[in-house]
Structure formats: C-alpha cells, structure tokens
C-alpha cells in the first residue's frame, strides 16, 4: 500500500511488467526476439507467477505472499525447531514491509510456496510439503536456494528431521529433475555479478551469527552455528565456482532471513555485566541496517521514478515510430531502472538489450569491459543498429561510458533532440540481414518469436537474431544453422521470403536434453 501511494515502483518491475505482457498478448513463454538479439523467455526464470498474473493482479500476489511468509516461518520455527519466540515473526513481517520495493514479485510468491513447504514439513506432513516447493521451484529457483540453506543445516544439525526431509526431498524429485532439464533444454550463456564487495557482507552476517551463537543465554548454541557455518560455506563455494550460476543470488538469504535469524539470538550471556543493555543488539541493528538499507532507498529515491513512467519514454517513442525501420535493432543506453526494456518492446522496438544483467553474456558482454569506440561501434553494427537513444537521465553505471563515444566518436551524429531524449545516427550501419556471399537480404516482418526475411537469391545470409535449435524454417527449401556470433545462418536455395519460427516440440526438447547429456 505504501508502494501504491506513494507511486514507488519495484526495481525488478521493468523485468516482470515486460512478461506478463507477453503472456497477456498471447507470445510464448519461450522465447522472446525483442530482448538480447532474440533469447528464451520466461521460461528459464519460472513461469507460474507470470500465468497467474493473467487472472490475478501481480502486486496483490506479491502482498498476499508477502503478508503469509511471517507467520509461516513462525510455524516453521516453532514446530521443527522447538522457539516458541513470536518476536522473529514480527521482524520477518517488517522486512517483507520493505523488501517489496525490489519489485521481486516472483521470488516472493515462491518464497512463501517454499517456507510454506518447511512449515508443512515441520507439522509432520512431509509428501504435503512437497507440493509447494515444487510450485515454487517452477515460479523461482532462487526461493528454493534461500530455503534450501535452513534445509540442509535442519538435516545436519537436527537427526529427528532426516527422515521428513528424505520423505520430502523424494516426493519433490520429479520436479527437480524436470528443472534441471528444461536448464539444459534450454540452455544459454549467462554471467552474474559476483561481487567481493557483497560477499564480505554475506560472510560477516555469516560469522556474527556463529559468535551471537555461542554466547546465546536461551538456546543451544550447534544448530544455529551450523546453520550459520553451512551460509558461509555456500557463499564461498558459490564465489569461488567459475561461472557461478548463483552470483550475488546466494545473498537472498541474508536479505530476506538476516533479521529475524539474529533476533532468535538477542539474548546472550554479556547483559550480566552490562545490566539494562545486551550488547549484541548492536550487531543485529548494524546487520539490519544492511539488509534493509537498498529497499528503503528505493521509497527514498525520488529523482529515478520519472524515468519509470509513460510520459517520460512517449517523445523518444514518438521518434522511434517516425524512424522506424525493420532492416535494423535500436540501442537504448540503459537508464537506471532499465524501463526502456519494456517501453520500447511493447511499443513494438526490438532492443539490443533487455532487464536481466545476466543475459548480457549472449551478446552484450562488452559493456563488462573498458571498451571505447574502437569496440563500441562494431558491436552496435554486429547487433544491427541504426539508431542509439541516449536519455537525459540516471544510467545504468555500466552504460555511461556509451556517453561519452556518442559525444565524440564522428560515427555518430544527432538525429534529433526531443524532450530529454537525444537520437543518434550510426554512419555506416549494418543490417539485421547480411548475405555472406554476395547477396542483399531485407526483413519484412518482425515478431516477437518468427521474423521473415526476403533474400534476392540463392546463398547465405547471416540473420542477426540469436541461435536457437528450436528454429524451423518456412518459405522454401533451405536450412538453419549456428552461425557466427551466435547468430543465424540461413542457407537458402533460391529467391523469396523465408520465415524462422520458433518451434518448441517435445521431440526436440528431448533432443536437447540428450544432447547436453552427451547422448
């Protein structure tokens, strides 16, 4: 409600805003052309809240989720763990207050479907408890890695529990291996933040709760040191595996968990001495700070929320549709916020890029880098740009070196300025459709999961959307292949119009799962 009022929007919403919307017109959860050079949609982050939200308002999920998650960690503590202490209750349901202003929606619905399953499982229902988690798994994998760390140290620190824990873990199998594979069906690159930075964070949360442990006043100090040593452990293990598929995820623990955790522990040994004031207060008040620091400075920050609204993309839309060319990609120089990933696409613009930072790594990698216009113009040209807008406002900090190339850089010039927005034109530009061997190539339609291309004679052509194995080629004789850049190469046997639709069957789905395995 706070976030209705006062007209403060999710970070994430840009992300979620974006596939309920093409859920709702009728696209495919799998794949998507208007994002990253064409890459798989929601399916590779779960789909359940996105199906859901065709029927149900996505922030009265997220607030209905949010609202059951305190007294669901309650039963959970209580029952499997034996603290009838409601206080952490209360504090979980202050920091899902504010947690909301990340905009997870998702990985809040399948946080509650999860410690929904824990409390479940702490009532001795054990094949019941397994439903929802493997709803959730299928909503956001990430819920099960945050819970998954109460999970395996309630197996390590507590025997009596194993054997629910066994009953649950074989009865959620199946949809743990169905995750796993649609992973590999549908497999593509990614590259998470990994930070050092938050990783001290994450460790010093981990190793506070091991000494607030040990000098704990009111309950046995093992289970909470090996619940707190086991987050360590998978924190380093996580920072240390190349290609992490985790990254800063694995934090999602201490966001979401951190406060109540400690608050089991306000009680120690050192109020003896210092009569009227347990000292470790202070240390729960630092961890609390840090945990709920970036959600309330997302209510706080005033100056980014034009950039998240209609009006502010309406005149740079309006430019867009007088430019409009279907032989070429725009490039938006990410905001803050990343709004454009949805303002652009849903007007109809296929974009270089899109919400997730992780996707970058299918063909965006080069903002990671200290790349300058030597580097910057040949990727725009790969990636089929013509025209680069460039907004008068908060930038993503990877993107503000683009600023700088486009002021400079004689590849560029000014389109046109309108209210805030500044076009630029690429000399020289490159087409989305590129004949190989001599021949000229045009795309005559643009959709979100098929495009056609119209080629003047037989040859290769390579097609500047990504690669997919589910493509299918209509149109006239000719095939599909990987070609460079992880783009598609269209081998055509003569003149005409050729249409790549994605095409998602079970036969290759299956082919894809035994190719990963190596069968």
Request: proline share 7%.
């Amino acid at each position: 409600m706070l976030m209705q009022m006062g007209g403060v929007p999710g970070w994430d919403d840009a992300a979620h805003v974006y596939k309920v919307f093409l859920l709702r017109t009728g696209q495919s959860v799998f794949w998507d052309n208007y994002w990253y050079g064409g890459s798989y949609g929601a399916i590779t982050y779960g789909v359940v809240f996105y199906w859901l939200a065709q029927a149900v308002p996505a922030k009265l999920m997220a607030v209905l989720a949010a609202g059951a998650l305190p007294p669901l960690f309650y039963v959970y503590q209580r029952d499997l763990w034996g603290l009838d202490d409601i206080w952490p209750a209360w504090l979980f349901a202050a920091t899902m207050a504010v947690y909301l202003a990340h905009g997870q929606d998702p990985f809040v619905l399948a946080l509650a479907l999860t410690v929904g399953g824990l409390a479940l499982l702490a009532r001795r229902h054990p094949i019941w408890a397994a439903l929802p988690v493997a709803v959730g798994i299928f909503t956001n994998p990430m819920a099960l890695v945050a819970c998954g760390v109460l999970a395996l140290a309630d197996v390590l620190s507590r025997p009596a529990v194993r054997r629910r824990y066994a009953v649950c873990l074989t009865a959620v199998a199946p949809a743990l291996v169905a995750r796993l594979l649609l992973g590999w069906a549908f497999n593509e690159p990614g590259d998470y933040l990994n930070e050092t930075s938050q990783l001290l964070v994450y460790l010093s949360f981990a190793l506070a709760g091991v000494a607030l442990a040990g000098i704990s006043a009111v309950h046995p100090p093992r289970p909470f040191v090996i619940l707190f040593g086991t987050y360590a452990a998978l924190c380093l293990t996580s920072f240390v595996t190349p290609g992490s598929p985790l990254g800063n995820n694995i934090g999602r623990f201490f966001m979401v968990f951190g406060l109540p955790l400690l608050a089991l522990l306000r009680h120690s040994r050192l109020r003896r001495p210092f009569p009227g004031a347990d000292l470790v207060l202070v240390p729960i008040a630092l961890f609390a700070v840090l945990q709920i620091g970036t959600p309330i400075a997302h209510f706080l920050n005033q100056a980014e929320r034009p950039q998240t609204r209609p009006s502010f993309f309406a005149p740079a839309l309006a430019a867009a549709g007088e430019l409009r060319d279907r032989d070429h990609r725009l490039h938006v120089v990410a905001l803050r916020r990343h709004w454009e990933a949805f303002y652009f696409p849903e007007a109809g613009f296929p974009v270089t890029r899109g919400w997730y930072r992780q996707a970058d790594a299918i063909h965006n990698s080069l903002f990671y880098t200290t790349y300058d216009a030597s580097a910057y113009v040949p990727w725009l040209r790969a990636m089929g740009v013509r025209y680069v807008f460039l907004a008068d406002a908060a930038l993503d900090p990877w993107s503000r070196r683009e600023v700088q190339i486009l002021h400079t850089s004689p590849e560029f010039s000014v389109e046109r300025r309108v209210a805030g927005w500044t076009v630029y034109e690429l000399r020289a530009s490159a087409p989305l459709a590129v004949g190989t061997d001599g021949g000229t190539a045009h795309i005559s339609a643009w959709g979100h999961r098929d495009l056609s291309v119209t080629v003047d004679r037989p040859g290769r052509y390579l097609v500047k959307v990504s690669w997919s194995p589910y493509w299918s080629l209509e149109g006239g004789p000719g095939r599909l292949r990987r070609g460079p850049g992880r783009f598609t190469l269209l081998e055509a046997e003569r003149a005409g119009v050729y249409t790549l639709r994605l095409a998602v069957t079970p036969g290759a789905v299956i082919g894809q799962v035994l190719a990963r395995a190596g069968l």
